[in-house]
């Protein structure tokens, strides 16, 4: 797992660079179509949740406790919630979105399996 959460850190950083853009574009959009849609705001915090997500993945990848799993489940699950809710006429928000879900995924299998650890071996 310590591979993983620093793969899933470093690609949800590069990530909310590009959601950051669309997001703004989106935003525009919006805000000239005056659809009343909330997409752009929605992404923007979307990506706002990939990065501390991302950040916390990377900096808890060594550790054993439960605490920054269960940090990054709850980054993660925000930011999947809000973009699957909120996406509107920003359907990559959807797969933003996923990308979370798999994330948040990938952090509930961690803490189950990080709940067991292995006995010290004396001799």
């Known amino acids: 797992m310590k591979v993983w959460k620093?793969?899933?850190?470093i690609l949800s950083i590069v990530l909310t660079l590009i959601v950051m853009m669309q997001s703004c574009a989106a935003g525009a959009y919006n805000a000239l179509e005056e659809n009343g849609?909330?997409?752009?705001?929605?992404?923007?915090?979307?990506?706002?949740m990939l990065l501390a997500g991302g950040i916390v993945s990377?900096?808890?990848?060594?550790?054993a406790g439960k605490g920054g799993n269960i940090a990054m489940i709850v980054l993660f699950g925000l930011g999947a919630?809000?973009?699957f809710t909120m996406a509107g006429s920003y359907s990559d928000l959807n797969i933003w979105a996923g990308w979370c879900l798999i994330c948040v995924v990938i952090g509930v299998v961690s803490?189950?399996?990080?709940?067991k650890a292995e006995k010290p071996k004396t001799e």
Not at 58 to 63: D, F, G, H
Not at 111 to 115: D, E, N, Q, S
């Open 6 to 9: 620093l793969v899933s850190g």
């Open 37 to 48: 849609e909330v997409s752009g705001s929605a992404g923007f915090v979307v990506a706002i």
């Open 58 to 63: 990377i900096v808890t990848r060594e550790s």
């Open 81 to 83: 919630l809000l973009g």
């Open 111 to 115: 803490l189950v399996k990080g709940g």
